[in-house]
């Protein structure tokens, strides 16, 4: 054989590789997502007396078990924030939007979330944010259909 | 706080977290030349220009020595299993149903191995070190793959 790379054409090939994982959630992520289901956001409560969204399996500090979760307000503060202009096909989102990272109120911790808006002028650090709840629910974190401005 | 139909439906005790990746292979120059190939029906290896093994499918560098192969190097349809299992769990969207082998073979000629099917023999009848031949599928039907090889089977007389 004597082909050269000059007189073969080139060949590609898309393809999909596929994990069709499903997890056991553990005590503490069951609570929440069971909550988040329920359209309510459990905070982890620590033996330090904050509160932590989402709520980790043990505590950042000590490393101990996570017992207490309590139920908190759906809303927080804006504490990070990325402008997507162009929205991916797998995005929570099918027009530009940002991932915010939230923090609910008196809370520790952060969640990283989308957040709807019209223009990219609408987004600051500090602003207030709250869930806008998925019209049907599963016990997922996209239960939180995306954050949306809070305007009080 | 939203109510939810849902609400009395029990703890969620599972998540089911799928990973979809999407990607778009490029054929490398090594792979074009075993592709191109066997699209006519002919396989194509290459050499390690150190240590002279010969790789098929190809590959475009010596995984002992590191360096680029070179020299394309045309090997018949015969060759031996160095391994294999019997596959007795179904694949979801496979069309083959178990219990079927699946054999590591390695051409004569070449210093690595591929995957691929045996047929034409019973489960248990099947050895390391068997002798083995392809059976291609109808000439129509090539494309870029070594699924133009339907299987491979023992070569006559040696698994009796
Ligand atoms: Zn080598």
Known sequence: ?152 | MSSNPNESAGPVTMMQAPLYLQYRFTAGTSSLSFLHAIKRGRLIGRRCPGCESVYIPCRGSCARCGVATCDNIELTDEGVIDKFTVVHIPIPNNPIKPPFVVAHIRLNGADNAFHHLIGEVDNDKVKLGMKVKAVWRPESEWDYGLDNIRYFKPLGGEHD
């Open chain 1, 1 to 152: 054989m004597t082909d050269t790379l000059n007189e073969l054409p080139p060949l590609t090939q898309d393809f999909e590789l596929g994990f069709t994982y499903t997890r056991s959630l553990g005590p503490v992520l069951s609570r929440f997502l069971t909550g988040l289901r329920d359209g309510q956001v459990l905070a982890a409560r620590t033996r330090a007396g904050t509160l932590l969204v989402p709520p980790p399996e043990f505590e950042p500090v000590s490393g101990a078990s996570i017992k207490e979760l309590e139920p908190v307000a759906a809303e927080g503060t804006v504490l990070s924030w990325c402008w997507v202009s162009q929205p991916s096909s797998s995005a929570p989102l099918n027009k530009p939007f940002a991932w915010v990272l939230v923090r609910f109120e008196g809370c520790d911790g952060a969640m990283l979330h989308a957040l709807a808006a019209d223009a990219k002028e609408q987004v600051h650090t500090g602003m207030r944010v709250r869930v806008r709840w998925a019209p049907e629910r599963v016990g997922n974190v996209k239960d939180i259909a995306c954050f949306e401005v809070h305007k009080q």
